[in-house]
């Protein structure tokens, strides 16, 4: 989809900028998913978490495509694993899709940021990819 063309808001806080449906069914509360993000401060500055978590992790938790690595995160949504941004980010999407959301602060980081990477109440850009859904019992 074209981003300039397409904005919508997924909830209050979180407007969807691009889409990649991905195929299968829709995640949804109680799923146990895995995931991989890149975040972005609003001016497109790139916040370096995969950089800086991708020697701190196993080896099987690195994701590697192309000359970028992603780490691999496992969350159950609606347990309050992420930030609200991911959570419900990733509430509908299919293995394979991707989203790219604008997250206001009250979704992110909130007045705390991330020291050092984050600042307080910053507007963030999200760029999810779901890799896989493990169904709730």
Do not use: C
Request: glycine letters at 10%; hydrophobic letters at 40%; charged letters at 25%.
């Amino acid at each position: 989809m074209n981003p300039s063309s397409f904005a919508m808001n997924i909830t209050s806080g979180i407007k969807l900028l691009d889409e990649h449906e991905g195929a299968g069914k829709p995640a949804e509360k109680g799923d146990r998913v895995i995931y991989n993000v890149k975040i972005f401060l609003n001016r497109g500055d790139e916040v370096p978490l995969n950089e800086l978590q991708v020697n701190r992790v196993p080896a099987h938790r690195v994701r590697t495509e192309g000359a970028y690595a992603f780490v691999d995160h496992w969350i159950t949504l609606g347990k309050r694993e992420a930030i609200a941004g991911v959570e419900r980010t990733l509430t509908g999407m299919k293995v394979g899709g991707y989203r790219k959301v604008r997250v206001s602060p009250h979704r992110a980081y909130r007045e705390a940021g991330l020291p050092g990477l984050i600042p307080e109440n910053a507007v963030l850009v999200l760029e999810v990819w779901l890799r896989e859904i493990s169904e709730h019992p």
